[in-house]
């Protein structure tokens, strides 16, 4: 569920960007390196996750579940990163 949740979680940074009328990026690395950068965003847990998803981190069960708390609280940024936004607004 995390890894299938994050999938759906990078591509809607990309809709933020898009929002915002910007590129986004294509590859996961620069999704996550550009969120970080311009929605102050953890790059490393997105780091992380993203290795977890790639399979390049083998986590205990204790691991995986903080690290799903650490992804419930960066999912709470994002909302209030969509919040903030002032998009089509005159």
């Known amino acids: 569920m ?3 949740s994050f999938t759906s979680f990078l591509h809607l940074l990309k809709s933020i960007f898009r929002l915002l009328e910007k590129s986004p990026p294509s590859r ?3 999704i996550i390196a550009a ?3 311009s929605f102050q965003l953890d790059r490393d847990l997105m780091n ?3 290795d977890f998803k790639r399979k390049k ?3 205990s069960h204790g691991d995986i579940e903080e690290l799903f708390e650490e992804y419930l609280d960066l999912l709470y940024e ?3 990163v969509v919040d903030r936004l002032s998009v089509g607004q005159k």
């Open 78 to 80: 994002v909302i209030g």
């Open 57 to 59: 981190t083998r986590l």
């Open 2 to 4: 995390l890894v299938r």
């Open 48 to 50: 992380r996750l993203l």
């Open 28 to 30: 996961l690395e620069d």
């Open 35 to 37: 969120s970080a950068e």
